[in-house]
């Protein structure tokens, strides 16, 4: 190609680019735009690795959630869990010696508990048993358990008073030049983290930036916002962790279970005064490398999405953003 004359080669190279096999050739071994995620994925499984002797938080977390499911089976097994009993209990040993996840720790403790009150005791189970209950002598008591279905509060809110909350929600990218107080966006993130996650991981983290002269760089990062940065009171980014999972195929998670939680947030914020508008994190590797400086970003975390967040000047303009309706979006058995 190099020996073709500029214009040519541009041509030829846009050509091969559009057709189908071109594409195909072009994404798998020419373009370097995967990179960067392929990096972070293979860094995080790196992470995910090594860090299983200091501490690490998804195992213990997915461990739990799989003891949960084997303890409410209608027919439970005499026994389960058996392979990984140890590992979890050595992990909650650790994450509770550490003390900075207390809620995973109490949550792990309460039904630890509950397994070796349950289970029929095999040698290694007894094995981690022993180990559990000379750790559980430091432990705060937790009485987390499995529950039944009926046993839950019953709902208070009305099918229309939600499709009116989720109606009464626009983007919103016009505020008032007023503090977003952190007490209420901490009231959304504990709704946000209310959200079903895989395995209940919960792997993000919200990177929130309120500070005046942090936010004229921050709410320039995403491409999305240009027409409105200056009006932006609060950046929140949501920031995947890479380092929760041990397999490739996982590799999506942290945009489903990141969006999930954002979903949760910003409900959560009109139902607390407050508006947003979500915004787009393209894969754009100048914009990564941005991001990732300025939040000190680990190389196997990711960016889900960036939220703005504020109170809405009743005078801003709102899109209509009418909705499809659901006859166009269900289809039922194939
Ligand atoms: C993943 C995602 C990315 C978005 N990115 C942007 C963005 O970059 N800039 C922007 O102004 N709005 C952005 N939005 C807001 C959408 O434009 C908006 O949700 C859509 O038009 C529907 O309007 P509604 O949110 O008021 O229902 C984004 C929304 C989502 C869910």
Redesign the pocket.
Known sequence: MKLLPGKFRAKVARTIKNSSIGKSVYYLFITTRFKDESIAVFRGIKMYQSSSSSGNISTLRRNIHRIEKGLITPNPRPYFAESYIHETVVQFKKIASLGHDKSSAQWAFGILNQYFQTVQSTPKIKQAETLFLESAKDSEPANHRTFKAEERAPNTITHTDFLNLNIKR??V?YYLQQQVPRELVEKAVAVALQAPSACNRQPFMFRIIDDPELLKTASRL?I??ESFADQIQMMVFVVGDLSYYFDVRDKHVIYIDGSLAAMNFILSLETLGLSS????WGDIPERNKALKDFLHLNVWERCV?AISVGYADPKGGI?S?IKKHPINVIKYNV
């Open positions: 626009r983007s990218r995403p999305g916002t508008c979500m915004i787009n999405m899109p953003s």
